[in-house]
């Protein structure tokens, strides 16, 4: 695709699993899945499948919920996919996110999962990721990115907090963001309960300081609005 790190292969040590499950409500008129929205021109789940396979992950599973049968059929059609081993897991429409999850862990075969979120592109290096899941004490590695202030910050002055001291124009913020890329061990999986979402799960692991932080330095591109949609093509018209 051009526009992510092409790494050296993982192995077939790790099964990636997108998180496809959207309906994409919040894109309308757009009615389809949310990861078959065009992006730049091409389908989001193309977009995750390419880099994944830029990335040398030969194994993926596409847990899918909102029109399953739309992203089972997008998945089969897809040619650039054909020397990956690509499956799809419907476990229903309206089930948790740790729900879809236990049904994947079901059936992974690998001793690691790279969780993606299914509405989330970044140009992350998913080897170097890789990495930051060598000690054996982490059961999970979470990629993040600084949070950045969509709003010009007013700051008071020292004498008097009716002072403006100045404004700082969207600045970055003390705060880190999950844009998803979470490098799981397989263990961690048996830890889901039935209506955990993402961060539940994350968070009942981090209790016993076994959550690694990875912090990604590159872009990435969160599309949940028709907004987010408008700027995506325009910030990818330009890589």
Not at 81 to 105: C, H, P, T
């Amino acid at each position: 695709s051009g526009i992510y790190p092409t790494t050296s292969p993982i192995g077939e040590d790790v099964t990636a699993v997108i998180l496809a499950g959207g309906s994409g409500a919040r894109m309308r008129p757009y009615t389809g899945p949310k990861c078959l929205v065009p992006v730049g021109g091409k389908p989001l789940l193309y977009r995750l499948i390419d880099h994944l396979r830029e990335s040398g992950i030969v194994s993926v599973a596409v847990c899918t919920g909102y029109k399953a049968e739309d992203v089972a059929f997008a998945v089969g059609q897809y040619p650039e996919a054909k020397d990956m081993s690509l499956r799809v897991v419907n476990s229903g429409e309206d089930i948790s996110m740790g729900q879809r999850l236990s049904e994947f862990s079901k059936k992974l075969d690998t001793p690691k999962a790279l969780v993606c979120y299914g509405d989330t592109l970044a140009d992350m290096d998913i080897r170097e990721l890789w990495t930051h899941c060598s000690d054996e004490d982490a059961a999970m590695v979470v990629s993040t990115v600084p949070l950045k202030s969509v709003f010009g910050i007013v700051r008071t002055g020292p004498e008097s907090l009716n002072r403006l001291a100045r404004i700082d124009e969207k600045p970055e913020l003390p705060h880190l963001v999950n844009i998803g890329y979470i490098v799981v061990q397989s263990f961690a999986l048996l830890r889901l309960e039935p209506g955990d979402d993402v961060p539940a799960w994350v968070n009942r692991i981090a209790v016993e300081d076994k959550v690694e932080i990875y912090r990604h330095s590159g872009w990435h591109l969160t599309i949940n609005t028709e907004q987010d949609l408008i700027e995506a093509d325009e910030f990818l018209s330009k890589r």
